[in-house]
């Protein structure tokens, strides 16, 4: 797996960068635009769509993404990482055109989320890079925005944080790119219009991450079966619970599910027993799924020591699968 590129090494990708004008037909050496390394703490969780129909058809050919979705996805794994605050940077060199700050971070559909009038990009920032090319980043963070119309910035400049403002449930970047006013796949170059082929994954991106079929965010083990708002806090991700737990819920959270999917679901206590192993198969998928299965709380409590849990999504000869640990501490002495 590929890192994405930080602020820190950023800057020597974008030392070869000028702003001066393109090449006639060339496209902007782009550099991966949060930063965030991808599979680890952020995501590309949805993809450009190229179907020309009412179906969803992503650069590798697979459905990681939504229909007439026009740019690239790079989600956080949960809103403690947008409260710490993660960069969003300039994909090249070019001129601001437009920006906007101001606008809550709040999910749709969310009590107290404004009306969007057309504002779905939420906070954000356009950029013209030359010969045609421009670039779009959206959801940002209320108040951190950085630039103004007008200004010149290098590839690898902050323009502000990723943020949830805007039509989104979820903390991410969106990002899209067009050239002449096409829309431009920046994971292979490809303008899509009617339609693009798909299969050969290519990204403009230096330093690009790897194509990802199952965006697996997160995983984990908590009391109790978790509420999907809970995960998106960034709650039951505790490496230490009570042995008065109710019970032990092996949890993995994911993007792009599909019915026909199999998740399992394993957990061995401190002596290596499986406490915990359920398989199961999904009959319909979710844009962001959250999914568990556990064992109640023993008589007695639970033993202290270190459990083993391992979450495991599976789809068609491919997996992904996340491992965690968890302590539960001695029950404490009775005086």
């Avoid at 991966?32 to 995501?43: A, K, N, R, S």
């Avoid at 323009?159 to 449930?169: F, H, M, N």
């Avoid at 023993?298 to 391992?310: K, Q």
Wanted: aromatic residues 6%.
């Amino acid at each position: 797996m590929r890192r994405a590129v930080g602020l820190r090494r950023v800057a020597a990708l974008a030392a070869a960068i000028v702003l001066a004008p393109l090449r006639a037909g060339a496209a902007p050496p782009f550099v991966w635009p949060v930063d965030c390394t991808h599979g680890e703490d952020c995501w590309i969780v949805r993809h450009v769509d190229r179907d020309p129909g009412p179906g969803v058809r992503d650069v590798a050919c697979g459905s990681l993404g939504g229909d007439g979705h026009r740019g690239t996805d790079i989600a956080l794994a949960d809103l403690s990482a947008l409260a710490r605050g993660v960069a969003v940077v300039a994909p090249a060199a070019g001129r601001v055109v437009g920006a906007r700050d101001g606008m809550p971070d709040i999910s749709t559909g969310a009590a107290g989320a404004p009306a969007l009038d057309g504002r779905n990009c939420g906070n954000g920032v356009r950029l013209d890079h030359g010969d045609g090319w421009v670039s779009q980043l959206c959801h940002l963070r209320r108040g951190s925005v950085a630039v103004r119309p007008g200004d010149r910035v290098a590839a690898g400049a902050l323009l502000g944080r990723v943020g949830l403002s805007g039509e989104t449930s979820f903390p991410h970047l969106h990002v899209g790119f067009e050239r002449a006013g096409r829309l431009i796949d920046v994971m292979d170059g490809a303008a899509v219009a009617d339609g693009a082929d798909c299969g050969e994954v290519a990204p403009l991106f230096a330093n690009a991450p790897d194509y990802v079929a199952l965006p697996l965010v997160g995983a984990g083990v908590a009391p109790r079966p978790p509420e999907d708002a809970d995960l998106l806090r960034g709650w039951h991700r505790d490496a230490r619970l009570p042995p008065t737990s109710p019970a032990l819920v092996v949890w993995l959270q994911g993007y792009g599910t599909r019915a026909g999917d199999v998740l399992t679901f394993r957990l061995r206590d401190p002596d290596g027993t499986l406490m915990v192993d359920h398989r199961t198969t999904l009959e319909r998928g979710h844009a962001r799924g959250s999914y568990y299965a556990g064992a109640p709380r023993p008589e007695g409590g639970w033993p202290s020591g270190r459990y083993t849990a391992v979450a495991t999504w599976h789809r068609d000869g491919i997996s992904a699968r996340r491992r965690v640990t968890l302590e539960i501490a001695a029950a404490p002495k009775a005086p």
